[in-house]
């Protein structure tokens, strides 16, 4: 099938390139010129295990083409995607949908055939219902019908969760024909047995918040249970693994730690709470606000343990912090809770040395005052702590007798809970979680 992706972004890339991978032709439309450029020779501008490889072999066989063209996306098919971003508003909560509006906006007045545009971005629910209103009033003589189908991929895995997802979800509108569409898209998916779950729209635009908003709220209670943790002098490590071998809870996403940051979890569960707050709903939420207040006082409390194990200052310590990602796997530094640490430890008179396998670029572009060394054993180079923050492989595999070699002091935190306390004990370090 013919389809266009709006929006070239880590989402629409991911899925322009994923729907090539099923066969289908695309036009994928990007407006940033640099990025048009760098995507159009099958180059990716961050970092995503595999996608370069798909993208390029999609674009050389001709199967994925970009442009910046609204006419030529308008000429080329009836199956839309609209994959834009959705940052947080500057100062607010909400949800800024200026780039939705705009893909709208562009877009159909230039159709001269019905279309089914599928909205892919994460929203604020009734969205559907008001671009569905927008699209009618500027349609000439179509008809343009818009669904909804969120996307659940994760960065690092984005292809593998594309191409294999847990379920789809369709919100369409009744007695459209977004559902057959989808169906078709779909098929290869649907034929190994996914599961479809076909809805209303505001339906599908709130399985995507409450399913984020539920993650959140799993990765805060085990940080909040560590806090209890940590003032009874248990063992949160232990308290997880034992709740999670219960089925009904799971052990997935209970790793206590630095607690979560990224492009997605934290603007999500805020826009989630503002839309709730505009819907007469703000106290059903009320509670995100308290996932929100455990997850950054994991950040505060880090930079306290810190200038404990430094001996109750941060004037004049040196620190290394090993990882600038919000997760490994991924170069993205958006609310990143490492760099978040880094600054506020900076502040309180430190030098901070930062090292991270693929994330130097962006993190020296947020933040260009720290110091950033090309190896994990240099940033270590006369540390009086050394802070895990996010957990690469390579530093769960450091050789904790190597790195004291090159620390001026044998203090370790880990951020992360992903280094063997054991074995780095018996280095001689003092190991703090
Ligand atoms: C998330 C959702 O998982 C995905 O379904 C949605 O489409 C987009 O948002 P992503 O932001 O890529 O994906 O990362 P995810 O793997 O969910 O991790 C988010 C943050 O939570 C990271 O900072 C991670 O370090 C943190 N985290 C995760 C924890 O602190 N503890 C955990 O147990 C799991």
């Given at each position: 099938m013919r389809m266009v992706v709006l929006g070239l972004g880590y989402l629409g890339a991911t899925h322009a390139a994923c729907m090539a991978e099923l066969g289908h032709e695309v036009l994928g439309i990007e407006v940033v010129a640099d990025k048009r450029e760098l995507l159009a020779k099958g180059e990716v501008p961050f970092y995503e295990p595999g996608l370069p490889e798909l993208l390029e072999r999609h674009i050389t066989s001709g199967q994925l083409r970009v442009s910046g063209s609204y006419s030529e996306a308008a000429e080329f098919a009836d199956v839309f995607f609209v994959a834009v971003g959705t940052p947080q508003k500057k100062g607010e909560?909400?949800?800024?949908?200026k780039y939705v509006d705009a893909a709208i906006d562009e877009l159909v007045p230039l159709l001269s055939r019905d279309a089914v545009i599928f909205g892919k971005s994460t929203v604020p629910v009734g969205t559907a219902q008001r671009l569905s209103e927008r699209a009618h009033a500027l349609a000439d003589e179509v008809d343009v019908e818009i669904a909804w189908n969120p996307e659940f991929l994760r960065e690092g895995y984005a292809i593998k969760d594309t191409l294999h997802p847990d379920r789809l979800v369709l919100g369409a509108f009744e007695g459209g024909r977004a559902e057959r569409i989808a169906r078709e898209i779909y098929q290869t998916m649907l034929n190994d047995g996914t599961p479809f779950i076909v809805t209303d729209p505001p339906s599908a635009e709130l399985v995507k918040t409450s399913a984020n908003a539920f993650l959140a709220t799993k990765i805060s209670f085990i940080n909040a249970i560590a806090e209890v943790c940590d003032a009874a002098g248990a063992d949160i490590g232990a308290v997880a693994d034992a709740i999670g071998y219960d089925a009904r809870i799971g052990?997935?996403?209970?790793n206590a730690g630095l607690g979560f940051g990224g492009g997605c979890l934290p603007k999500d569960i805020r826009a989630f709470m503002a839309r709730a707050g505009e819907l007469g709903a703000a106290e059903a939420l009320s509670f995100l606000r308290e996932v929100d207040n455990v997850n950054m006082r994991r950040r505060t409390r880090m930079v306290e343990l810190t200038r404990e194990v430094c001996?109750?200052?941060?004037?004049g310590a040196r620190i290394a912090i090993l990882g600038?990602?919000?997760?490994?796997?991924?170069?993205?530094?958006?609310?990143s809770p490492a760099l978040n640490v880094a600054g506020q430890i900076q502040l309180q008179g430190a030098s901070v040395t930062v090292y991270d396998p693929k994330a130097m670029e962006n993190s020296r572009r947020l933040f260009p005052t720290l110091d950033y060394a090309p190896s994990a054993l240099e940033a270590c180079e006369n540390a009086d702590a050394v802070l895990v923050l996010t957990e690469w492989p390579e530093f769960v595999t450091l050789d904790p007798r190597q790195v004291a070699e090159t620390t001026r002091k044998r203090n370790v935190i880990d951020g992360r809970m992903c280094l063997d306390a054991d074995e780095w004990s018996r280095a001689g370090w003092t190991y703090r979680v």
């Open positions: 909560y909400s949800a800024d949908l052990r997935k996403f209970l001996g109750g200052s941060l004037l600038s990602a919000f997760k490994p796997e991924s170069d993205d530094v958006r609310d």
